[in-house]
């Protein structure tokens, strides 16, 4: 197969201009707050938009197709060509001096992983807070979501692209036209983003801080405008509980909530994924809220002095940093893992959770999971009734068992990447603990790990080798492994 090289150099100049386009955004809200650097973002805006009509231009009169092939180098290499011009803005302003910590950064944040190095977020100007804020917006339903809604203007068909990025085992559509599916999870998203901004002002947030955490909660990334993330705001359980909702939200299936907003609500409610994800973070809330209340009693932070076995703010401790895991938002309200060894353990377990397919969630996903544990249990009924036909059924209907081995083949890579992961960061320094929260947090997009990752530290203790290495997990994470991994392969690279 001869792969058309000029539709993948076009498609990368039409995120340039995309993400130059985002950064005078952000070059816009410098601007209006007069932080210094303005022209610093609006120079790396337009150098690369400038690159982008560059590409652009110079692949005019390409072959408008895009097969399988071409999809998935489109959609990883797109990841990564967005996390390089993403840097510009840290670099030109100095806010993040060196190529290995602002590409760090950038990746964290268009994968929605939120690890930082940063180690004074507050002094950051707020053009550069905003563009912050933003690359996890623009990660989050996926950069190539959005360039499928621009396709039509160029009479390209996306379908391969959406395949490729779309989040979780199935690509739900809700339109026959894959571009109209786009433009209705885009609107939903950004609706979403618009009903939290409000409320969190409301609350008693800045508009700035509102909009940041928006962006932030709705990607389930975690960058936060203060250095100790929601812990800041401890005192203002409203404003703690409205960021619990939209994390809830976005760590489900935005297909569902397109099905809520049309009447469907029976479906759902039926939706087994949906009932599951609910339960498990009611289930583990509880779990973490009794031990707590019983046995932990230590300060939130420093700006809260109440200490964390009360009951209110037991549940509301518990609930916040569940759902901020499961769903790998990783924003923190206290440092879960100075509660107990146990709680420690039990936290670390989350991170391979995941929220739902067809969520901005990372992780494993919940559906993979059930999946996978309804196929161990109906072995017992194989192993007993050795030529009786019993298949795996979801949502009432049969799954396939391509879609069942693709499940169990995706679950055993992310194990082995998880465990090699771990390797690499013990063999570059990382204590076993370090190393095993490091790998689990960037590999499943969640942000806080353990050791000294925890929850009120950073990455930036880790060597250059292991910013790297982190970004490479960050990204396989994001794109379901498959995507990147399939580049890897000889036979990827066969006859084209």
């Not at 550069?128 to 996926?142: D, V």
């Not at 619990?244 to 760590?251: E, P, Q, V, W, Y």
Request: aromatic share 14%.
């Amino acid at each position: 197969m001869t792969l058309n090289s000029r539709i993948i150099f076009h498609l990368m100049g039409l995120l340039l201009v995309c993400n130059g386009g985002f950064m005078l955004l952000a070059a816009l809200v410098s601007g209006i707050y007069d932080d210094g650097v303005t022209l610093e973002i609006t120079t790396a805006a337009i150098s690369t938009m400038f690159g982008g009509v560059f590409a652009m231009f110079y692949t005019r009169g390409h072959k408008k197709e895009v097969k399988r092939k071409e999809g998935y180098i489109i959609v990883t290499f797109g990841w990564i060509v967005m996390s390089i011009s993403g840097m510009l803005p840290y670099i030109f302003s100095g806010a993040i001096p060196g190529i290995t910590n602002a590409f760090f950064e950038t990746i964290s944040g268009y994968t929605t992983t939120g690890a930082s190095i940063l180690e004074d977020i507050e002094s950051l100007p707020e053009g550069i807070l905003f563009w912050r804020s933003l690359t996890h917006w623009i990660g989050g339903m996926g950069i190539i979501v959005l360039a499928i809604a621009i396709l039509p203007l160029l009479g390209i068909g996306g379908m391969q692209l959406f395949a490729a990025e779309a989040p979780g085992p199935n690509a739900d559509k809700l339109h026959p036209r894959i571009t109209d599916t786009a433009k209705r999870l885009w609107l939903i998203y950004f609706g979403y983003t618009a009903a939290e901004t409000l409320l969190l002002k409301l609350a008693g947030m800045s508009f700035f801080d509102a909009i940041n955490h928006a962006l932030a909660t709705l990607s389930t990334g975690g960058f936060s405008t203060k250095n100790a993330s929601l812990a800041y705001w401890n005192d203002q359980p409203l404003i703690q509980y409205i960021v619990i909702f939209f994390m809830f939200l976005a760590g489900s299936n935005f297909v569902l909530s397109y099905f809520a907003f049309k009447g469907k609500v029976q479906r759902v409610i039926k939706d087994e994924e949906f009932k599951f994800y609910t339960a498990f973070i009611f289930f583990f809330m509880i779990i973490a809220a009794l031990v707590v209340y019983f046995k932990a009693n230590v300060p939130i932070s420093e700006y809260h002095p109440m200490v964390l076995g009360e009951g209110e703010s037991a549940f509301r401790h518990a609930l916040f940093q569940v759902i901020a895991v499961v769903t790998t938002t990783g924003f923190v309200s206290a440092d879960f893992t100075a509660w107990t060894p146990f709680l420690t353990i039990f936290f670390f377990g989350l991170m391979f959770l995941g929220g739902s397919a067809g969520s901005t969630a990372g992780g494993i996903k919940v559906m993979r999971h059930l999946l996978i544990i309804k196929n161990g249990l109906l072995e017992f009924k194989r192993t007993l009734h050795m030529n009786a036909i019993i298949p795996v059924r979801y949502n009432n209907k049969t799954v396939s068992e391509h879609i069942v081995y693709n499940i169990i083949a995706f679950f055993v890579l992310y194990m082995l990447l998880f465990v090699i992961g771990a390797l690499v960061l013990g063999a570059l320094g990382l204590d076993f603990v370090s190393a095993i929260g490091g790998a689990a947090s960037s590999l499943g997009n969640v942000g806080p790990a353990l050791g000294s990752l925890n929850p009120v530290s950073n990455f930036n203790g880790l060597p250059d080798a292991g910013k790297w290495w982190c970004g490479f997990l960050m990204l396989a994470g994001r794109l379901e492994l498959f995507t990147v991994l399939i580049l890897l392969t000889p036979y990827f690279w066969k006859r084209i």
